[in-house]
């Protein structure tokens, strides 16, 4: 068995010391490998590579292109600073096999990381993850390559710019000019990373005014722990929002392919109310209809909408790996998971910051609400406000994850925060169902050494004693 394992969104590793150009030639060798076990007679479609602002990640894309190319299979290369999910379109527009993407998303600056798509721009299910862990060889003995250089020469490695096509396929999803001329302004935190300059080249230049934050490159992320878009990373791009006076803050992770969001007063409007939003937009105000896709681990205002709008809910596990096969199976109108990743119908299977902030600006545009009215609106159309927190702990070790594996296998609490339990799923993790409909999530991430644990509930004075009692659940508080 190969020491790289895929996780729940590719592999991420420390740079330096378990992430090398080595490890990453590796890696691209069991994708190269698996693209021709998979794609005999195609091969000629070949695949797209770019990599985000991280350290030295447009060297690592390179790296990966020449094995790609030594295996005779064409490259379609983006180098580096390119957001996730403009990656994710070329492979469509590129009518390519997949791609790579040399990226640590939202991980801390330490590390960085090697993701892979499939045809469809989306997320490889777990299946084809494991055949392709199973490809990567033992060392880089294993490995086959071609000089950059000599691959350019050989028509082997082709330089591609995919920006200006999905520039198109923006604006055919969304009124950007609508928007530019509404006369907002936004704060945009680009968290020093991909997204940096987008969002004003789609809306700048009118009525609007947007100011681009943290738009430079800078590796080692200043004001924040890791360029995720949640608090407390994103509290410096929130102040800023109100010393300008935003209408709103709009926040892109590191490789651009999440979306946070802000208020009116620069306050964080969580992640499972920002999909509540955007499936509002897209069925109240849109007036559009289709199945939602959502993860264990997200709102049960998506179920609530559902019902509402007659349209199918369907629960996965958590990670595009299983939202990006649902979205296709079912033709999703909108999908997506608790990390603030949202992908949307007519577009890729592909989470993207981008797109999901513009849809943001575009719902505050048609209704005249301000982000906080939007709430107001949602919460209506759900039977009141729903409340969420997350605590994540770093584990100390292969032991204290089995301890708590083994606790959370037998738990059968009668009670949770003082709610009485009415099921528990296992699906993904261990997820405890309250009788207002509220849950407790408790699950280990498939991409860092953490255990996650999740609640939401319609009890804001429940919060913080249902997160104690996963804890305890899990062994980590007495």
Request: glycine fraction near 12%; aromatic fraction near 8%.
């Amino acid at each position: 068995m190969s020491d790289i394992i895929f996780g729940t969104d590719g592999w991420r590793a420390s740079i330096a010391e378990d992430y090398t150009f080595d490890s990453v030639r590796r890696c691209a060798q069991g994708f190269a490998d698996y693209l021709k076990a998979t794609y005999p007679a195609e091969l000629a479609r070949g695949a797209v590579i770019g990599g985000d602002k991280r350290f030295r990640s447009e060297d690592f894309a390179a790296a990966a292109a020449e094995v790609l190319a030594g295996n005779g299979i064409p490259v379609h290369f983006c180098g580096g600073g390119v957001p996730t999910p403009v990656i994710s379109f070329g492979a469509t527009e590129r009518h390519a096999l997949g791609a790579i993407n040399i990226t640590a998303s939202h991980n801390p600056p330490q590390d960085n990381g090697f993701k892979v798509r499939d045809p469809n721009g989306g997320a490889i299910d777990p299946d084809g993850l494991k055949a392709i862990e199973a490809q990567i060889p033992a060392s880089v003995a294993g490995v086959k390559r071609m000089d950059f250089d000599a691959a350019v020469k050989a028509g082997l490695i082709r330089k591609y710019d995919p920006v200006p096509t999905y520039d198109a396929r923006i604006r055919s999803l969304v009124d950007v000019e609508a928007i530019k001329a509404a006369g907002f302004t936004v704060l945009v935190d680009n968290m020093w990373g991909n997204g940096a300059g987008y969002l004003s080249r789609f809306i700048a230049g009118g009525a609007t005014a947007v100011v681009e934050y943290h738009a430079e490159r800078n590796p080692i992320f200043p004001e924040m722990k890791r360029p995720e878009p949640i608090p407390p990373n994103v509290d410096a791009g929130l102040a800023k929002g109100r010393a300008i006076g935003a209408d709103a803050v709009c926040i892109m992770d590191g490789d651009a392919d999440r979306c946070g969001f802000g208020d009116e007063n620069g306050v964080f409007v969580d992640q499972l109310r920002v999909y509540g939003l955007l499936a509002m937009y897209l069925l109240e105000v849109r007036g559009e209809r289709g199945p939602i896709i959502k993860t264990l681990s997200t709102t049960s205002m998506l179920d609530k909408l559902g019902a509402r709008y007659g349209v199918k809910v369907v629960n996965t596990g958590v990670g595009f790996k299983y939202v990006a096969p649902a979205m296709m199976q079912y033709n999703g109108l909108i999908g997506g998971e608790e990390s603030g990743g949202y992908a949307f119908r007519g577009h890729v299977p592909e989470r993207d910051g981008i797109l999901a902030n513009l849809y943001l600006l575009d719902l505050m545009r048609r209704t005249g609400k301000k982000p906080t009215e939007l709430l107001t609106m949602l919460f209506g159309l759900v039977g009141g406000e729903h409340y969420y927190d997350r605590i994540d702990t770093r584990l100390k070790g292969n032991a204290m994850k089995a301890a708590a594996k083994v606790r959370l296998d037998a738990a059968q609490p009668a009670t949770i925060g003082g709610l009485r339990m009415t099921e528990k799923v296992t699906l993904d993790g261990y997820k405890f169902v309250m009788e207002d409909g509220g849950w407790l999530l408790i699950r280990f991430s498939g991409t860092e050494p953490l255990i996650r644990v999740y609640c939401e509930t319609m009890h804001a004075d429940k919060v913080q004693a249902i997160l104690r009692d996963g804890l305890k659940l899990a062994g980590i508080a007495a």
